[in-house]
Nanobody, 127 residues
Framework: QLQLVESGGGLVQPGGSLRLSCAAS????????IGWFRQAPGKEREGVLC????????YYLDSVKGRFTFSRDNAKNTVYLQMNSLKPEDTAVYYC????????????????????WGQGSQVTVSS
């Protein structure tokens, strides 16, 4: 059973940066499509950034384009979400999610397409 452990959340001022990490218990992440989702109080969980298992295709929520980026370090079994120019409306609990996918070409922007989830990281953007 794949386990995901998140870290890196916290409080940051508007315009600041944070990097979320999601460490996986598997030895290789090659065949997993990755998703980063967030959920603010009273709102539905939404896809922020989702990548195919080959990283050939990536989805970005419109409001984070140009500010958030994704990376994958297979040697450390860890994926990252780099968040720059943070805004108060980015405040939410952020979740990483994995889906086993051998196709390599598809990203999955809907939360119900994923099988494994991190525990969530609170990100608060406030002055």
């Amino acid at each position: 059973q794949l386990q995901l452990v998140e870290s890196g959340g916290g409080l940051v001022q508007p315009g600041g940066s944070l990097r979320l990490s999601c460490a996986a218990s598997e030895f290789t992440l090659d065949h997993y499509a990755i998703g980063w989702f967030r959920q603010a109080p009273g709102k539905e969980r939404e896809g922020v950034l989702c990548s195919s298992s080959s990283d050939s295709s990536t989805y970005y929520l419109d409001s984070v384009k140009g500010r958030f980026t994704f990376s994958r370090d297979n040697a450390k079994n860890t994926v990252y979400l780099q968040m720059n120019s943070l805004k108060p409306e980015d405040t939410a609990v952020y979740y990483c999610a994995f889906r086993l996918d051998y196709s390599g070409d598809y990203y999955y922007p809907d939360w119900y397409d994923y099988d494994y989830w991190g525990q969530g990281s609170q990100v608060t953007v406030s002055s």
